[in-house]
């Protein structure tokens, strides 16, 4: 239940809030240590969607700095140097589409379009990057000054009904696959279903899902799962399981977000809870931008098949929506908020940061991946030692990675 706040404690929100807004990250002790450690950590993003706009954009050039307020872009190689980025995940993602054979087989070539998008990311600039599919690769790469290009697939759509495509996607790089996305799929249920649950959870089809999965080694992602879908995992997964792009419920109660109890049981489990940076599900927005952004997704509900024109009117027609509702975006302050939230709940060992950008992800102090060092800065700011920032920035995940593999030899020699 909302409760009314006192004009005095109204006004006492409104001071914190400008003092919010107001943070800088230019203190010079604070920023001299937060430098070195981000410099000496593996820092990792595990969620970003820079595929799908490319994909949309083919002159897109990763290759050439943008400016992220007039491209629409919050990811190109000249930005992740400026954050000191070492690794992402790059998303093979799709929004949900019919679940039909002919829907299926059309989801598969883009989930292929969008992998060979991945490939080119590295295999076009091999001075700057190369694929990386295990911990050790990464930190070679890291080592040789070179950055690692992840893959990952979001939205259980791209293998339909073909539990065979599980190991396509796997050999091509997919280390988790994100079960569902907005919608209900094949596989379970989604947490904003405007229909509700179909499944009650996971479908049988589902079950062989993670069972596959484990069996390969490709991590169970629950972010954007319904409730039953991420108790379903709990109970039925062999290897740890995570959530790459999510936050707290307990924080800010929307159902994207994860209760207590089940970052609690996640954890107990040895997974992973990735620190979203979408404010949509950080904060309240402005119910009439919410309206207005929802007719336009339904004006263009698949935005990787538009043509050029659709594409051209779609942006123009968001140029203007943001003139008329200007977004007022989380912070990153609440962002560590949720970071210490879960520490408290679970531990330092159990959350780490996926923002989710060019997926809508980046939040004030955090807006594109040029300003990821914010992240470290707040954190020692905050009191957290180099080792816990060191385990929040990829040690957490990759532990998960290492769990995951070790589980599908054992299950693959059983």
Not at 23 to 50: N, R
Not at 131 to 136: G, H, M, R, V
Not at 318 to 342: C, R, S, W, Y
Request: hydrophobic share 40%; charged share 25%.
């Amino acid at each position: 239940m909302n409760k009314i706040a006192s004009p005095a404690a109204l006004g006492s929100i409104m001071l914190s809030t400008i003092a919010v807004f107001a943070q800088t990250y230019d203190d010079p002790q604070i920023k001299a240590k937060a430098t070195a450690i981000h410099a000496s950590a593996l820092t990792l993003d595990t969620h970003c969607d820079l595929p799908m706009l490319m994909h949309s954009r083919p002159d897109f050039d990763v290759a050439e700095e943008h400016n992220p307020r007039a491209s629409g872009s919050r990811v190109d190689f000249p930005r992740i140097k400026k954050g000191g980025m070492d690794a992402m995940f790059f998303a093979v993602y799709l929004g949900q589409g019919a679940r039909t054979p002919e829907g299926n087989a059309g989801a598969k070539k883009l989930a292929l379009e969008l992998f060979d998008i991945v490939h080119h990311i590295a295999d076009d600039h091999p001075n700057i990057a190369g694929l990386a599919t295990t911990p050790e690769e990464a930190m070679a790469l890291k080592k040789a000054g070179k950055f690692s290009v992840f893959t990952a697939v979001e939205n259980g759509w791209a293998i339909g009904n073909d539990l065979s495509l599980l190991k396509t996607y796997y050999d091509l790089g997919a280390r988790y696959m994100t079960l569902c996305h907005t919608s209900n799929n094949d596989i379970c249920d989604s947490s904003t279903d405007a229909k509700g649950p179909e499944h009650d959870g996971l479908s049988p089809f589902g079950v062989e899902v993670v069972k596959e999965m484990n069996r390969l080694g490709m991590i169970v992602d629950v972010s954007h799962t319904s409730d039953g879908t991420v108790w379903d995992c709990l109970e039925l997964s062999a290897a740890p399981i995570v959530a790459t792009h999510s936050s707290a419920r307990a924080l800010f109660n929307h159902p994207r977000n994860l209760t207590d109890d089940q970052i609690k049981a996640i954890a107990a489990k040895g997974g992973v809870i990735q620190m979203n940076m979408l404010s949509g599900y950080l904060k309240a927005g402005d119910p009439k931008r919410a309206k207005a952004m929802q007719a336009l997704r339904e004006k263009y509900p698949r935005g990787a098949d538009l043509t050029e024109a659709q594409q051209q009117a779609r942006a123009a027609e968001m140029q203007e929506l943001n003139k008329q509702f200007p977004e007022q975006p989380a912070t990153l302050q609440m962002v560590v908020d949720h970071i210490d939230h879960i520490v408290k709940l679970v531990g330092v060992d159990y959350v780490g940061i996926g923002p989710d950008l060019d997926g809508g992800g980046g939040v004030t102090g955090m807006y594109d991946v040029s300003e990821m060092g914010n992240i470290t800065y707040e954190l020692v700011k905050r009191g957290y030692s180099e080792e816990d920032i060191k385990k929040i920035w990829s040690g957490n995940f990759f532990r998960v990675m290492k769990e995951a593999q070790r589980v599908a030899a054992e299950l693959n020699r059983g």
